[in-house]
């Protein structure tokens, strides 16, 4: 099956820019979606489509995706961006068809 | 406003059953197909199951295939999941999400609901 691997954790300082990288093989051959999970909460898509942003989320939040990476990319980081954050895939050949990935927490200094 | 709504989680034996429900407002549920999500304590997102608008086409995943059915019914406006034959690792928070096709082929999940527990425990 299709895996997607996160690094575990991320620190940034408020103002900085967090990059939270998803890797698979040849992903830059599929769209990539990015949620961001605070505590006790449900996940929210935050990215869509490699890059897009659904309406009411921030310009801050951007993606790319190439060869076997795929980033989230966090401008001018507030605190209020702690939290966790899950690339996700569509993969018809897996028996997950929603692919998710290892998650990474955000944690902002 | 979209609002997915879960229910019916709670506390239960290994090898017991429960149904989850997921009340849908706000869009045209009749519309959309619908999956299941659950999140182990602790763990990350696992998909668990998928419907299609009218309920047609089904899937699941590899680990819950031949215990958990999801079905629907459109003139409630409502998602369920029954699950069987529980075990322990399917303790977990359930979420019920919204799918999105994209221009490109691919899917994901626009909105959420709050999520309910369920606890697979003697």
């Known amino acids: 099956s299709y895996v997607l691997t996160q690094p575990p954790s991320v620190s940034v300082a408020p103002g900085q820019t967090a990059r939270i990288t998803c890797g698979g093989n040849?992903?830059?051959?599929?769209?990539v979606h990015w949620y961001q999970q605070k505590p006790g909460q449900a996940p929210v898509l935050v990215v869509y489509d490699d890059s897009d942003r659904p309406s009411g989320i921030p310009e801050r939040f951007s993606g790319s995706n190439s060869g076997n990476t795929a980033t989230l990319t966090i401008s001018r980081v507030e605190a209020g961006d702690e939290a966790d954050y899950y690339c996700q895939v569509w993969d018809s050949s897996s028996d997950h068809f929603y692919v998710f990935g290892t998650g990474t927490k955000v944690t902002v200094l | 406003e979209v609002q997915l709504v879960e229910s019916g989680g709670g506390l239960v034996q290994p090898g017991g059953s429960l149904r989850l429900s997921c009340a849908a407002s706000g869009f045209t549920f009749s519309s959309y197909e619908m999956n299941w999500v659950r999140q182990a304590p602790g763990k990350g997102l696992e998909w668990v199951s998928y419907?299609?608008?009218?309920?047609?086409?089904?899937y699941y995943a590899d680990s819950v295939k031949g215990r958990f059915t999801i079905s629907r019914d459109n003139a409630k406006n409502s998602l369920y999941l029954q699950m069987n034959s529980l075990r322990a690792e399917d303790t977990a928070v359930y979420y019920c999400?919204?799918?999105?096709?994209?221009?490109?082929?691919?899917?994901?999940?626009?909105?959420w609901g709050q999520g309910t527990l369920v606890t697979v425990s003697s």
């Open positions: 419907i299609s608008s009218s309920g047609s086409t089904i």
């Open positions: 999400a919204r799918n999105t096709a994209t221009l490109y082929g691919s899917y994901y999940f626009d909105y």
């Open positions: 040849n992903i830059g051959s599929k769209s």
